[in-house]
């Protein structure tokens, strides 16, 4: 017998919550937001908005489904089944941030503030949700493409938006860099690190360096199996030069970057939290991901 599907509720902690564990009490946390200009009533109110869409969408789930609900702070700790349909409830950065740990779940995306999200993966309301969920398998969905690192030593890394190689806490980076299939050709490089991008992440980050470079590369398509990359402030010296700073990637090209620091990391998605640990000798390559994320339209 096959098992009924699985809703799985992503949600983040509000910033009311956070301030109210941190402070102890509704009272002492209004009292702090008072003391720099801003009013509780605002955070409070966002936080209703918040907690009225998730349980709009969790009575829209049907009887017969099991349900499941993981925090933002848990997602390396949950375990994500084939048969689950994952219902991100949140920002845009929520389903950035849980789509790393899916093999081809569909993610349905409902966004709770319309008009302060831009909507670019949460792109449902909650009164959308039991029509959405009635039509699952036959529900049109768009798979966006994901970058992913992959070490010397097995560790892997993989980004819905961006992946970001570099020192930690943005210092100088050391490392020589190079592309799979250009003739081998390397070059020694001193930077602030170096950011490959996928077409949903042309969207932010990405967008920032692309357009201080003046727009030149054509930016990827959320589903376009194609990345970008950019050496963010390449340093010329006598040892170190400045003539791979961007590009394109398509698959299965792979950008590879050989560490001569003691310690640089690369991060996903803002999330410098979860990072691969690189020294001195290592190499690690970044490129397109066999895995997409299938995102309900």
């Known amino acids: 017998m096959s098992l009924a599907p699985r809703a799985v509720l992503v949600h983040r902690t509000t910033e009311y919550e956070e301030l ?6 509704h009272g002492q946390a209004a009292f702090f937001l008072s003391s720099r200009g801003r009013h509780i009533e605002e955070v409070a109110e966002r936080h209703e908005r918040s907690r009225r869409a998730l349980a709009e969408v969790t009575s829209a789930i049907p009887l017969t489904w099991r349900q499941a609900r993981v925090e ?12 689950d349909v994952v219902i991100v409830v949140g920002q845009d950065g929520l389903v950035a941030n849980v ?9 349905l995306g409902i966004d709770t503030e319309p008009g302060r999200n831009p909507g670019v993966l949460v792109r449902h309301r909650p009164r959308d949700t039991a029509g959405l969920l009635a039509a699952a398998g036959s529900t049109s969905v768009d798979e966006l493409t994901m970058v992913e690192a ?3 030593d097995t560790q892997r890394l993989v980004a819905l938006n961006e992946i970001y190689l570099g020192a930690a806490g943005h210092q100088t980076a050391r490392y020589r860099l190079g592309l799979e299939g250009d003739g081998g050709v390397v070059e020694a490089q001193a930077s602030s690190g170096v950011l490959v991008g996928t ?4 969207t932010g980050w990405l967008r920032s360096v692309w357009q201080e470079r003046g727009g030149a590369l054509r930016l990827p398509a959320p589903t376009e199996t194609r990345l ?9 010296s006598p040892a170190t030069g400045t ?26 998605d803002g999330m410098e939290g979860d990072s691969l640990e690189l020294t001195w000798g290592q190499t690690v390559e970044v490129g397109v991901c066999a895995e997409r994320l299938r ?3």
């Open 99 to 107: 789509a790393k740990y899916l093999s081809g779940q569909p993610v």
């Open 228 to 236: 970008v990359w950019f050496v963010r402030e390449a340093w010329p």
């Open 295 to 297: 995102l309900v339209g």
């Open 150 to 152: 992959v070490a010397d």
């Open 243 to 268: 003539s791979l700073t961007a590009g394109e990637l398509p698959a299965p090209t792979r950008l590879r970057l050989t560490v001569e620091s003691e310690r640089l990391i690369a991060f996903g």
């Open 199 to 202: 077409g949903t992440g042309a």
């Open 20 to 25: 109210v564990a941190h402070h102890g009490t």
């Open 72 to 83: 933002r702070a848990d997602l390396d700790r949950f375990l994500f089944a084939p048969e």
